[in-house]
């Protein structure tokens, strides 16, 4: 089987999901060959020749070398200004190599002019159009020469994230063209959240270009996939380690080797009224323990990672038990909740000693009504006492808040923004987001909405504030009352752009720990 991660996403580390399909077939004793072809495809574009007359756009290309190897170097992390440089030119060199295609393809992003990947015409016309794509000769160059030795006839495209399904369709017509016996299968998050929203119906087809959609996890849905041969064999899911071995020559945009895992597929909470997780009614999925600390015992060994990144949405206090016990010898970060687990003596202690370099967490709201409207479960008076025990624990925090949901008006924003300043020496990072409402949410029944999106695959609608709280307001209040003050600027100055949690870690190392407590950077 041949497996595809498609541009264009952010790209500091191999893909999770083909490692692991990959890792399930090699265990049974099937072929599977994996392509990141999101990192290989970037690669691509800095290789490109391409002259402008516009001065901005000739230095980023003049320094496009030099600013990915700083984004590979350690000591880039050490100077804030220089980093924001090597980001800024590597972004721009891409965006300006991918222009003269009518695109515009980005470090985390890619746009096009034409097409938009919420309009199912508009992805079944950049499949009928490959040769179009800015990454055709990249498809010549390393998916046809795979198609050719293809013996199952099985290609996977993994398409986790909006960005990736112009090109994630530009492949499957092009496997198609190349390979019409071929069964396309498409799966990843994105897919699955389509599906599980009722946008997409499980026997589209997009007129004969893709045989089957696989939502959830590729390794439950194994069973499904006919090959040539038959069906493949029963597997048990989540018994086997991902396989990373067909990345190891390839160099993400990362100082040090960061290798994914995930403990589970979807949310042990699943309560918040927010959440896309409870609106796809997606069920929970775990790894034993037992199980999990072993596979990354063996990750470690095999790939000498010098960081793990936990992927979960959100690491349980049981695995989080786990590692404190493990003693991984490997840094590590991820997504967890504020739960009173991080509230018991010591046990914040016992997760910096297990590795754990930083943890990113939900706050959403400062201001406990919202809070409790949302279904979040936590208190302000505890997120409060957690994050002073993190600090002392020199444990980074990646906070996230979220502003305009239907409960929260400018003066619990101002309750969020207020919080955030009191807290602010043990905040390390912030990601500040306007709600966007799940088109499945049980609150867009309620709500007066309207499409978000031109598009018939839009996972969000537009909706009218029941408080009057809307975007624009949002906006001004962000740019305005929320960064005026001093410690709220600074940790957003400090804060990675576009690589943002996948580069914060490498912060941390070089600053010796957190950096909630220094100065901003200049």
């Known amino acids: 089987m041949l497996l595809i991660y498609p541009p264009a996403a952010r790209s500091a580390e191999a893909p999770l999901g083909i490692a692991r399909l990959a890792g399930l077939l090699r265990n049974r004793g099937r072929e599977a060959r994996c392509l990141d072809l999101n990192q290989e495809g970037m690669e691509y574009l800095l290789g490109l020749d391409f002259e402008s007359a516009d001065p901005r756009t000739r230095g980023a290309l003049r320094r496009r070398a030099s600013a990915t190897a700083a984004l590979r170097d350690a000591a880039t992390y050490e100077e804030p200004d220089r980093y924001r440089r090597a980001v800024s030119d590597v972004d721009w060199a891409l965006r300006a190599v ?127 996939m006919p090959t040539t041969q038959g069906r493949v064999a029963s597997l048990t899911a989540l018994t086997v380690p991902p396989d990373f071995d067909d990345f190891s020559d390839l160099r993400y945009f990362s100082p040090k080797r960061i290798l994914p895992y995930n403990f589970s597929y979807g949310c042990p909470w699943k309560r918040c009224s927010f959440c896309p997780e409870r609106a796809e009614d997606a069920p929970y999925r775990g790894i034993a323990v037992h199980t999990a600390i072993a596979q990354l015992a063996f990750l470690s060994e095999r790939h000498q990672p010098s960081l793990f990144h936990f992927t979960d949405n959100e690491i349980s206090p049981a695995y989080l038990g786990a590692l404190t016990k493990a003693r991984l010898g490997v840094p590590w970060y991820g997504f967890a909740r504020f739960s009173r687990r991080l509230l018991e003596p010591g046990f914040c202690e016992s997760l910096a000693a297990s590795g754990c370099a930083m943890l990113q967490l939900g706050l959403e709201s400062g201001d406990q009504d919202v809070l409790d409207a949302m279904g979040k479960g936590t208190r302000i008076d505890e997120i409060s006492e957690a994050l002073e025990l993190l600090s002392k624990a020199a444990i980074g925090v990646y906070l996230y808040v979220l502003f305009g949901t239907p409960a929260e008006d400018r003066a619990a924003a101002m309750r969020t923004r207020d919080f955030i300043v009191r807290n602010s020496s043990s905040i390390d990072f912030l990601n500040v987001a306007v709600f966007n409402l799940p088109a499945a949410s049980p ?68 600053t010796g720990g957190r950096v909630g407590e220094g100065p901003a950077p200049v």
């Open 98 to 224: 991918s222009a003269g295609s009518g695109t515009a393809s980005s470090l985390a992003d890619y746009r096009d002019s034409r097409l938009s990947p919420l309009r199912r015409a508009d992805l079944i016309e950049s499949a009928r159009d490959f040769e179009s794509s800015v990454f055709f000769p990249l498809f010549e160059k390393r998916v046809g020469p795979e198609l050719r030795v293809l013996e199952d006839g099985l290609v996977g495209l993994s398409i986790c994230f909006l960005s990736q399904a112009l090109c994630g369709f530009a492949l499957a017509g092009y496997v198609k063209a190349r390979l019409p016996e071929a069964r396309v299968i498409l799966g990843g998050s994105l897919i699955s959240s389509w599906m599980a929203g009722g946008t997409l119906a499980g026997a589209e087809a997009f007129e004969g270009l893709v045989d089957e959609l696989s939502p959830g996890p590729g390794e439950y849905s194994m069973t499904r």
């Open 443 to 510: 609150d867009a029944l309620s709500l007066r909405t309207k499409s978000f999106y031109d598009g018939d695959l839009s996972l969000y609608r537009e909706f009218r504030h029941p408080l009057g709280w809307d975007r624009r307001a949002i906006r001004d209040f962000l740019s305005g009352d929320f960064e005026a003050p001093p410690e709220i600027r600074a940790i957003l100055r400090r804060t990675p752009p576009i690589f943002t949690s996948s580069h914060a870690p490498f912060f941390l190392q070089a």
